[in-house]
């Protein structure tokens, strides 16, 4: 069982840099998949990056977000850099054992945080 809080979301302009974390409970947390989803009114949730083995974005975001993880503090962060109206939405941590795009690939999740970008 592991247990997702994420923290770090806020009120940005558009250009500016967020740093965003997940806090996980759970002895097991270096054996998981981490990964980032966002969900936007109206919308999907969709898949922004995930950390196992390799690294995997999205093409909306890649070269703009870096997801990187601490085992030791069992904390997983998602740099977000050069931020557009676009980003705005709640973004979810998730953990699984496969890196994957589905939310189906994932087993657990965090209750969410919300991100908006000005324009």
């Known amino acids: 069982q592991v247990q997702l809080v994420e923290s770090g979301g806020g009120l940005v302009q558009a250009g500016d840099s967020l740093s965003l974390s997940c806090a996980a409970s759970g002895r097991t947390f270096g054996s998981y998949v981490m990964a980032w989803f966002r969900q936007a009114p109206g919308k999907e949730r969709e898949f922004v990056a995930g950390?196992?083995?390799?690294?995997l974005y999205a093409d909306s975001v890649k070269g703009r977000f870096t997801i990187s993880r601490d085992n030791a503090k069992k904390t997983v962060y998602l740099q977000m850099n050069s931020l557009k109206p676009e980003d705005t939405a709640a973004y979810y941590c998730?953990?699984?054992?496969?890196?994957?795009?589905?939310?189906?690939?994932?087993?657990?999740w965090g209750q969410g945080t919300q991100v908006t970008v000005s324009s």
């Open positions: 950390y196992g083995r390799y690294s």
């Open positions: 998730a953990a699984g054992r496969v890196v994957g795009r589905g939310s189906s690939d994932y087993d657990y």
